[in-house]
């Protein structure tokens, strides 16, 4: 679900929801459970993803931008069953940073 730690300090659900609440109700995402639905949409086909270079060991973020929404920023999470992406945070306007690396190639159970 995540933490909420303060002011650009946290990660997960419940950080996007503490630290953006005003801007997400004027995207409509009026409760807290209403935030994982607002960032699975925006994760669609074609949405550029950006990388932002500023670790050499590898951990570098990743930022997925689909406008109007917003951006997600992502960092990457090493699990027993592989490896993958946990959400950092949401942006309602953020500009993108870092290199275009690709776009995301397709959502798994959305219709093509």
């Not at 109700?25 to 270079?53: L, Q, T, W």
């Not at 929404?69 to 027993?80: H, K």
């Not at 945070?89 to 275009?100: E, F, H, I, N, V």
Request: with cysteine; charged share 25%; net charge positive.
């Amino acid at each position: 679900m995540g933490v909420h730690k303060g002011e650009g300090r946290g990660f997960g659900i419940r950080h996007i929801w503490e630290a953006h609440q005003a801007e997400l109700a004027k995207c409509g995402c009026v409760s807290i459970d209403r935030v994982a639905f607002h960032i699975a949409n925006m994760i669609v086909h074609k949405a550029p993803i950006y990388c932002e270079f500023r670790e050499m060991g590898g951990n570098h973020r990743l930022t997925v931008m689909k406008t109007p929404a917003g951006s997600l920023v992502l960092e990457p999470r090493e699990e027993r069953s592989g490896f993958g992406y946990y959400i950092v945070t949401w942006y309602p306007k953020r500009k993108a940073r870092g290199t275009l690396v690709g776009q995301v190639a397709r959502v798994p159970n959305s219709p093509r």
